[in-house]
């Protein structure tokens, strides 16, 4: 058994990083013969990614994939630590699988994502949910094979949780979601260590991959198809700063542009390591995409500080500035945090007047959750959850107000947009984003999936608009 552990993670700071290409013994590629795996995820495009890493080895294994939890041999729940709502929801869907347990012992259950990288949720694993099989980490997707094969040898409780500062995996398989957009991994893990957010202890250490592994990979989606990639970090904007060169995000952006891929989107953002020169790229090459999303959590600089983001409201807006002006079609979104401690009304209210000068075009919108092993859970905290509910009420109207604002901007415009699929709610409507993200509805014929067109703009909705293809590309 290896269990995870917040001190290692905190004190990680010169433990080195190794980088080993992924294998799959030849005699575990018939475990999942006639069997049928379920897997439910829960948090950011880090995890769905994950997830469509999971799904493919256990498709090597001969697994097949259904969507109804109760007709699986395996489940797994790949899980969020973010927020502690998600940790109520995963317990609560527990309770659904052990009593499918009950009636069909034969099924595997397993927890792996970034919940399970939490000493107390192990822990609370261990006492009170002895019954499922595997726990694993974010640091052993790689090592599933080997995983599960122990755990159904065994029949007893498998917890393989890794709370190294961290490796890197080259060539795990993936089965994306998408036949024109895919996620492509640019570096793991986080150093900022925000006083309010777990993920420097789930995720380990900031890794950055090297350039050439990531140029191939995007080459080789070029070569299948894709139109569309995302470069994924935590922080991309700190990429290669543990490496020992002096090639950064803005380089690789560059490159990336130049594999010739059709778009090229980044997330997520932090302000502190935005620079110039990145600015300078995503204006010189038309392929990166004018959609930036860079949280700020709160407009106060007492709050900043406390948070430990290292930049104030005046650098922020400064760089926001920046970005407007040399990008002034760009759509720029944001996460904010409404409730850290000691948050009075007045710093929420430069919060509100933050998100007035700035108008975001969208916004991810938080209350405060203490995370345990975190600095921002160990301080005193003399805010109601009533009164935090109602100050991320009343942000949430402003930035509705402001989306529905910038999306009227398109009206009667014609814009490119990558046609993906059908619409979810309705299979006669096409739907696809435009380069800035705004979600589109689409009259078409289905011809057009997989291919970017000009659309005109024909009606605004506050997540999203309608639209017709005006001339075929
Ligand atoms: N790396 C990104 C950054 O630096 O902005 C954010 C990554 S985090 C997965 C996504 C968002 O979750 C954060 O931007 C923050 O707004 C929110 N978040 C993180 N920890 C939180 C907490 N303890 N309570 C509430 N929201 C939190
Ligand atoms: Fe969390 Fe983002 Fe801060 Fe890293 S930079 S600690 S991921 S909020």
Partial sequence: MKKPNFDFARNRKDTSVETSEYIIAENLKNIGQNKK??????????????TENIKAILEQMSYTEIDKMEDADLILLNTCAIRENVHDKVFGYLGRIKHLKQTKPHVVAGICGCMAQEESVVDKILSKYKWLDIVFGTH???????????????????????????????????????????????????????????????????????KESIINEVKNLINQGYLEVTLL?????????DLDVSYGMAELLKEVALTGIKRVRFVTSHPWDFTDEMIEVIKDNKNIMPYIHLPVQSGSNNILKLMGRRYTREKYLELFDKIKKALPYSSITTDIIVGFPNETESDF?????????????????????????????????????????????????????????????????????????????????????????????????????????????????????????????
């Fill in 140 to 210: 052993n997707i790689h090592d599933l094979p080997n995983i599960l094969d122990k755990a159904l040898e065994k029949k007893e409780l498998e917890v393989q949780v890794l709370s190294i500062a961290g490796n890197i995996i080259e060539g795990i398989p993936a089965k994306r979601v998408s036949k024109y957009k895919a996620w492509v991994n640019i570096m793991y893990g986080c150093d900022k260590f925000c006083t309010y957010c777990i993920v420097p202890y789930t995720r380990g250490k900031q890794r950055s991959r090297d």
């Fill in 37 to 50: 795996y379920f897997i439910k995820t829960y948090g950011c495009q880090m995890n769905e990614h994950d």
């Fill in 233 to 241: 970090g935590q922080n991309v904007n700190a990429y290669g700063k």
């Fill in 349 to 473: 209210n430069e919060t509100l007047e933050l998100v007035n000068t700035c108008k975001f075009d969208s916004a991810f919108t938080f209350v405060f959750s203490p995370r345990e092993g975190t600095p921002a859970a160990k301080m005193v905290d003399n805010i109601s959850l009533v009164e935090k509910e109602n100050r991320l009420q009343e942000l949430n109207i402003l930035i509705n107000k402001y989306s529905k604002e910038a999306n009227d901007k398109y009206l009667g415009k014609t814009v490119p947009v990558l046609i993906e699929d059908y619409s979810q709610k309705n299979k006669n409507i096409l739907m696809g984003y435009t380069d800035t993200m705004k979600l589109v509805n689409i009259v078409g014929d289905s011809k057009y999936i997989g291919t970017i067109q000009n659309v005109k703009i024909t009606d605004i909705k506050t997540w999203s608009m309608d639209g017709e293809i005006v001339n075929e590309l």
